[in-house]
């Protein structure tokens, strides 16, 4: 099959974890022998056999690539990396004064848009929902969390778990290297790695760690669309010893998380948090929210570290544990979560779509 993969306009300016798991798939189909290309629009979906979408939780672009589909009579498929962060992010999580005003709006009118005519972004993403051959959340929680909220015009039997996978980041450092930075509160560097902005909850996480000046914490990431002041309010609360990095290209990632003492992601949405889990691949401790998605994932593993995002005393613990835990290498998790295991469901789903619209076999004589 010729399948076209929508990825976001603004991908290659700002890659991020999704950015992956777009890559991801069009590795594991072109394996299967499917014929993929990687574009941010629908110019053509005529040309197509099928349309795989992704991002639901900003539906525009996939909005206008689901409608192109549907009038070129093309199906499309959905991984939806989603979770509601109008309801999951709290209005604590946002710099002064914008959290006071978070907080005395409705969501109702959170969820508009901002150009005119205002849709609600519920009611695009219903829309999303209502016309996809197959939907593929990462977790059971995620599962859960869209039927709860679109489970009218979303058929259970549509929605099928494909976990998202991991690979073990590339490293500069001789095996074993990356396990032998020094325990404890006074070696090593945390290091949180992500875009700037109130899902990821860095304000917290400074606010958590000014009264443990031991501790170094780089923070490596650039600042999210919209979140310039949220960024200064981060640069204010930090102490001297937080240090700003600006992201790394995707090849040399691994090396940071290496390098890290151990490796903190104290957010308030994940589905489930590619840093955390390529952190983990590498054998390093790892501090994250206990928020649904991330704790299907990682369980009752003994170098993850849970903590409340909200709660300061939480995150400092948390961290305090993981820079007091031993490593290992890491390789055990990462052999459990291979992409082209757990990506098994959608060769399953563009299999019976080619065995639908294949033509009859011409009969026998």
């Known amino acids: 099959m010729r399948i076209l993969l929508v990825d976001r306009e603004d991908a290659n300016a700002r890659p991020g974890g999704d950015s992956v798991v777009v890559a991801e798939t069009a590795a594991f189909l072109r394996a299967a022998g499917h014929r993929v290309e990687i574009g941010p629009r629908v110019s053509s979906a005529a040309s197509f056999d099928a349309v795989h979408l992704f991002n639901l939780t900003r539906p525009e672009g996939a909005l206008a690539a689901a409608r192109a589909a549907r009038a070129a009579r093309t199906p499309y498929f959905l991984t939806p990396i989603y979770w509601d962060l109008i309801d999951g992010v709290p209005w604590q999580a946002y710099e002064f004064p914008r959290s ?29 929902l209502t016309f996809a051959q197959s939907v593929f959340p990462a977790s059971e929680a995620e599962r ?28 500069t450092q001789p095996p074993g290297m990356a396990t032998t ?3 404890g509160m006074d070696g090593g560097a945390l290091v949180c790695a992500g875009a700037i902005g109130p899902r990821k909850n860095q304000l917290g996480l400074v606010r958590a760690l000014t009264e443990t000046p031991s501790v170094d914490l780089r923070i490596v990431g650039d600042v999210a669309r919209g979140a310039e002041r949220y960024a ?13 990095e600006s992201a790394v290209p995707r090849d040399r990632i691994g090396d940071q998380l290496a390098n890290a003492a ?19 691949t590498l054998g390093r401790p790892i501090v994250v929210s206990a928020f649904p998605p991330v704790r299907e994932t990682f369980g009752d593993d003994p170098l993850v570290f849970y903590c409340d995002p909200l709660v300061p005393d939480s995150i400092r613990s948390a961290c305090r544990a993981a820079l007091d835990a031993a490593p290992d290498d890491g390789r055990a998790f990462a052999a459990d ?17 080619a065995n639908a619209t294949a033509p009859p076999s011409p009969a026998r004589p």
Do not use: C, K
């Open 181 to 183: 930075q020094p325990p």
């Open 144 to 171: 859960r969390h869209l039927l709860d909220r679109f489970g009218s015009v979303l058929r259970s039997d549509r929605v099928v778990v494909s976990p998202h996978g991991v690979e073990r980041p590339a490293t």
């Open 337 to 353: 979560r291979t992409w082209g295991i757990l990506l098994a469901p959608l060769a399953t789903a563009y299999a019976e779509l």
């Open 232 to 244: 200064r309010a981060v640069e204010r609360t930090a102490g001297p010893n937080v240090r700003f």
């Open 100 to 128: 006071l005003r978070i907080r005395w709006t409705p969501s109702s009118l959170r969820r508009r848009g901002r150009r005119p005519p205002f849709p609600d972004e519920r009611a695009l993403q219903a829309e999303i």
């Open 262 to 280: 151990a490796v903190v992601q104290p957010s308030f949405v994940e589905t489930p948090g590619l840093a955390a889990m390529e952190a983990r």
